[in-house]
Each structure stands twice: as C-alpha cells, then as structure tokens.
C-alpha cells in the first residue's frame, strides 16, 4: 500500500568563493562573495529538490544532476527543481507545503524573504502560503559562524490524490 502522504528533508551546503551575489531560491542576492558549485549554487533549491526526491525515495539531487555531467555546469537550481517537481507529479503526488531553513552569518535574508517565498512558490505552481523559508545564524560557530558557506534544509510533506 503506498500512502497518501509523504515527508522528505534535504540538506545542502556550498563554501564561499569569489563572486558579488548568492543565489538562494533562484534570487540573486548581493554580497561580497559567491557560493562555489557547478551549477548556480542555490543550496535553498537544492536542499528542496533532495526533500522532495527523499519523500518518494527517488535518490538524490546528485544522481539525477551529477556534478560530473558538463550539461549541468552553471544550471539554473529553478529548472533542475522543475524537473525533480515533474517527477513527483508523475507519480500522483503533489506539494502540501515546504519549510526551509537557510543558516548563515552574511548575507542577512530577512529583507528577501518574501521574494524567496515567490519564487519557489512560482516554479512550483503553488501558492507562497505554502512556502516557508527561515534564515538564522549559527552564533558565529561552526563553517557557517566563520562565514566559509551557507547551509540549508527543507522539510516537505506531499499528498497523493
């Protein structure tokens, strides 16, 4: 029997390199740094994509877009989330709700939270009710606290009609 809902959690962290903005839910955001990755980087859409694939045990964000792969070198996070999306819809199931937590010292999110919300909730098709996204620090500890990267989760719950 396959049941009706579904939860899936991902994880995503990228070191910080030269750059002037992060992208975090498919927004570029202005900093003094970039996030070093083959693709855009976006660990907010990469945790998400890897909470979704993990709620079907589909695998990981990494099997189905290796880093390896040259066709995916600078890929945009919204259109890999598209697919891993597709994939779930496929199956019959669609997102109840999202909760994503971004931990970092620098850049400070709160001012781009809502246009994160907005844009995870437009490639999705889904209301931004749906979409939580949280930003907080580590206290100055850990990689994050020493301002070496960005780290993310996701929660979500999916339903199947």
């Given amino acids: ?40 980087g976006d660990v907010v859409l990469h945790a998400l994509s890897d909470a979704l694939l993990g709620a079907l045990a589909l695998g990981d964000i ?27 819809q496929a199956r019959g199931y669609q997102l109840v709700n999202a909760d994503i937590t971004v931990a970092c010292e620098q850049p400070k999110l709160a001012k781009h939270n809502l246009a994160m919300r907005e844009s ?13 996204v949280k930003a907080t620090t580590t ?11 960005i780290l993310a989760t996701a929660s979500v719950l999916i339903y199947q009609d």
């Fill in 139 to 149: 206290e100055k500890l850990g990689f994050t606290g020493r301002q070496e990267g």
């Fill in 120 to 132: 995870i909730a437009a490639v999705l098709n889904v209301d931004v009710a749906d979409i939580s």
């Fill in 62 to 88: 990494g099997q189905h877009f290796p880093d390896t792969d040259p066709a995916y070198k600078g890929a945009d996070s919204r259109v890999l989330l598209q697919n891993v999306y597709a994939l779930i």
């Fill in 1 to 40: 029997m396959v049941a009706k809902y579904r939860i899936g959690q991902g994880l995503d962290v990228h070191a910080f390199e030269a750059g002037e903005f992060v992208t975090l839910a498919g927004i570029q955001i202005p900093h003094h740094q970039g996030l070093k990755a083959h693709s855009d």
